[in-house]
């Protein structure tokens, strides 16, 4: 600590002869609070091994003012990486604040070094500790990366009400990636998810106005897939990520959601039935149509079903599982993450390491009441890290009025209540007007505030609570109006402006423009109940929680 006052003393007095005045103190941050209560005490100093001088020449320098020491635990110590034994995450993440690198490493190889060793963090194995403000950048990245994954979801569905394929994805699933122009993603979409449409959200679903549509009662609602061998050695692990399609071009599927929370195991296997969820949400996950070729299965029975056979398929890897979605898609993000989590991996994966569950979501409502947060958070362990803007309404819905944030009095005797909400896991909360290209007035269209590429803009300026917005991964600010008008008119990039070439029409042989074809059968219609992995499921004896619900 004296070498470190001597240094700091001779650049002080340099600025002195050359008549430029330094009036504050000099911070000196060091890990051991004995030796800064020593330098500040001198009743301390006898009865220790240090050097006397050093003791009065260090506490001088406070005295005078030239130095003033601050602890700073080892977390945030960069120098420990020099002087002490520490453990591989801790290392890891001081150097990478360094900037240090390994130059005779090639790049490629360097970044699976990076991310590879320190993915359990970036999962949340340590509920995301020290990782946030300041954001650390490999998180920053990943959660990037998993927020384009939902992001597909919307630049590759089928919005067009001329089209019969209206509600369906306009690409197939070997060539989602490629033709989003995201082929370096390094996944591979194993899996398509749909929903029936019979439930009450109507202003969620998109329908063709074509007599010829390619389905009334179903609707594509996302997709799983699973890293490739290259991407997984990365990644240091095979990754399945389930991506949830939310809304993107309006909000009137709020006027949907009602105030109303029903006993989660009357849908799925819970043993407190007093963990209870928004209805709309529960019905849209696990509700089926059997008329419907493409909805035999639900939702909920086409997930469990594909990740048992994932699993089987990679018994031999270690496997992870990442959900993510944005808006409503959030909000079934949270239910598939915590039905595979309660009811399904105990049986999928039961002779097999566990299986870590880990849930990104953006812009997404609240789901359900503190119980269910509870039983999330505290007894099953799931890790959730939610990224939200300040400004956007959606994360304040439902339970406005009573909620995580109410007094604690008051949630005591209002958490029974049928309209009582709270959020689950960790809020990355990010605030836009912080944005210098950004638009700061939301009110003539809340949509903007809600944007999905916007809370990724966010998120690649962010660099903490109390730090400058500045853009860290390069991520082109166009893509914000992408689908919206959210961008300072000064950067004349026009708002909405992602659109298929000629809207979808092509010309035919003969000439005219007409609506290409798509094997939709192929793509959709595939699983039905007596499928070998749903028949494994026992899905069936999920009536007897459903008795228990009603019961109670």
Not at 251 to 260: A, H, S
Not at 489 to 504: A, C, F, I, S, T
Request: with cysteine; proline share 5%.
């Amino acid at each position: 600590m004296a070498k470190t006052v001597c240094e700091i003393v001779w650049p002080i007095s340099l600025l002195n002869d050359l008549q430029v005045s330094h009036s504050q103190a000099a911070a000196l941050y060091f890990d051991n609070k004995a030796i800064i209560h020593i330098a500040n005490n001198p009743e301390f100093h006898e009865r220790t091994k240090y050097i006397e001088i050093d003791c009065y020449f260090i506490r001088d320098k406070i005295q005078a003012g030239v130095v003033k020491p601050f602890h700073v635990s080892s977390h945030h110590q960069l120098a420990d990486c020099f002087t002490k034994l520490l453990g591989f995450p801790l290392f890891s993440s001081l150097v990478s604040k360094l900037g240090i690198i390994d130059i005779h490493a090639p790049a490629r190889k360097r970044a699976e070094y990076q991310i590879a060793d320190f993915w359990r963090e970036i999962h949340g194995q340590n509920d995301w500790v020290d990782l946030l403000d300041p954001i650390d950048r490999r998180l920053r990245s990943e959660l990037i990366r998993y927020g384009e994954m939902a992001q597909a979801c919307y630049d590759a569905f089928d919005y067009n009400p001329f089209s019969k394929y209206c509600g369906t994805s306009k690409y197939t699933p070997s060539e989602f990636f490629d033709s989003l122009g995201m082929s370096q993603i390094g996944y591979d979409v194993s899996r398509y998810l749909l929903a029936t449409s019979n439930i009450n959200l109507p202003n969620f679903f998109r329908n063709s106005a074509s007599p010829k549509v390619w389905s009334k009662h179903a609707n594509w609602m996302g997709y799983i897939a699973v890293s490739n061998d290259e991407t997984s050695r990365r990644l240091g692990r095979r990754d399945i990520t389930i991506a949830w399609r939310g809304t993107v071009t309006r909000l009137e599927w709020m006027e949907d959601i009602k105030d109303f929370l029903v006993p989660i195991s009357s849908k799925i296997p819970c043993p407190d039935t007093t963990a209870k969820v928004q209805t709309g949400f529960l019905d849209l996950y696990t509700e089926k149509d059997e008329d419907c070729k493409y909805c035999r299965l639900s939702a909920r029975e086409q997930i469990l079903s594909e990740v048992k056979r994932l699993l089987d398929k990679y018994a031999d890897e270690e496997v992870s599982i990442t959900i993510t979605g944005h808006s409503l898609g959030a909000a079934l993000a949270f239910l598939s993450a915590y039905d595979i989590v309660e009811t399904s991996l105990k049986d999928l994966a039961a002779d097999r390491p566990v299986v870590p569950v880990c849930v990104f979501t953006f812009a997404g409502p609240r789901v359900g009441n503190v119980v269910f947060r509870e039983r999330l958070e505290s007894t099953l362990g799931l890790k959730v890290l939610r990224v939200v803007n300040v400004h956007d309404v959606v994360p304040k819905v439902p339970g406005l009025f009573f909620n995580e944030r109410s007094p604690p009095v008051m949630m005591k005797f209002a958490k029974w209540l049928p309209w009582s909400y709270s959020h689950v896991g960790v809020e990355l909360a990010l605030d836009h007007w912080n944005s210098p290209f950004l638009k700061r007035a939301v009110h003539d269209d809340p949509v903007r505030a809600h944007n999905l590429e916007a809370h990724l803009h966010l998120l690649d300026g962010y660099h903490g609570k109390d730090h400058k917005f500045e853009l860290a991964c390069g991520r082109d600010i166009a893509l914000v109006n992408k689908a919206s008008d959210f961008l300072e008119d000064e950067y004349l990039v026009p708002p909405h402006w992602r659109q298929d070439e000629n809207k979808g029409m092509v010309r035919n042989k003969d000439g005219h423009w007409v609506q290409p074809e798509r094997r939709v059968h192929d793509h959709y219609c595939h699983g039905t109940p007596d499928d070998d992995h749903v028949k494994c499921l026992d899905l069936a004896s999920d009536d007897q929680y459903g008795d228990a619900a009603a019961a109670a």
